[in-house]
Every structure is written in structure tokens, then in C-alpha cells.
């Protein structure tokens, strides 16, 4: 059996190799459910991504070249964390949607490092598309015993799950304030 204190496993910030086709799950909250996370990464990682349905989306290209904007398609604005779930000792992508956001505003004050913080995911009611709440707390003893796993390539791990090259796609740094207005277009 797997022993988490007497044989540690080493960490590293790469996301699985491509050739095996694994891609590092996302994780959201579902209705009814309460999703607790460690949160590896220091700042909320922002994009807004079409839903192409069949489980499929892609980032938006924020440009009037956008393929799927120039389709039509609805755009929605999401945050991405690195995670770990200490339940599996496994690491997982975590999906802010911007009601988390509002219920939550230090996911996106950058004067806050999220690293090492624990993230609890709830969605308000039985939909799907019901609003969800986010809570942070710091690790509590139990929790802060193990060693914190180095984020992995956030950026890396994405655009494998969207199947996308990611040469196409630049990056910037935007401010909080940036955030904001970026979550106040809604879901466009
Ligand atoms: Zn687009």
C-alpha cells in the first residue's frame, strides 16, 4: 500500500506527457455537491472560453478573427487554479465560474497569494447553471503535515484538455481592475 509520510512522492511542475493522451482533470462544483481543493497555484489564471458542447470548449481568441465568435457561439468567462486533492494525492485543474468570484472577491485580489490555500466549491441549488459560492481558508493542521506539490504548467495543462496549439495564443498580465470589467461583459 501506498505510504503518503514514509515515501513521498516527488513533485514536479510538468503536465503529463502527450503521448499517453492523459490530460489532468477539471474540476468544478456540481450541484448539491461541496468540492474542497488545495490550491497549488499563487494567482487565478483568466480566459473566456466557448463551450462547443459533447465536453468540448476552446479559449475565446478575444480578437474578431475569433473562429467561434465568428460562429456566434456564447462565450463565458472563467478562472483556472492548479489544485491538489489531498483525498486522492492527485493533482486537478480548478474551474472558477465569476458568481465564485463575486462571492469570493480575493480569488482575483492580487495582493493575495492563493498558494497552499483551501478552496471549497459550492453550487447553489440542483441546476447545473446554478450560482456558485467559493470560501478560502488557510490549511488547517492535518492538511499543512503534507508537503505542498509545485503548481504545474497551468497554460500547458489547458491547452492540451481544449486541443489546441497554444504557438496561436498569446499572454498577458492584466490588473484586478482589468478582472473586473472583464467579468462584468457576463456571458456574452
Ligand atoms: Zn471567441
Partial sequence: MF???SHPPIFGRDAPPQE???TIDIISAQPGQTTRCVITSSWLLT?????LGHGDSKPCFRTPECPWCLMRLPSRWKGYLCGFLTTMLSTCIIEITSGAVES???LIDQGVDLRGKVITLT???????GRVRATLEDRNFALARHPLPQPFDLLKALFRIWRFDRAAFTTKTITEHEAREQIKEGDA
Fill in 3 to 5: 505510504q503518503f509520510d
Fill in 123 to 129: 453550487r447553489v441549488g440542483v441546476s447545473v447553471q
Fill in 104 to 106: 469570493c472577491p480575493a
Fill in 20 to 22: 499517453h493522451g492523459r
Fill in 47 to 51: 480566459c473566456r472560453t466557448h463551450w
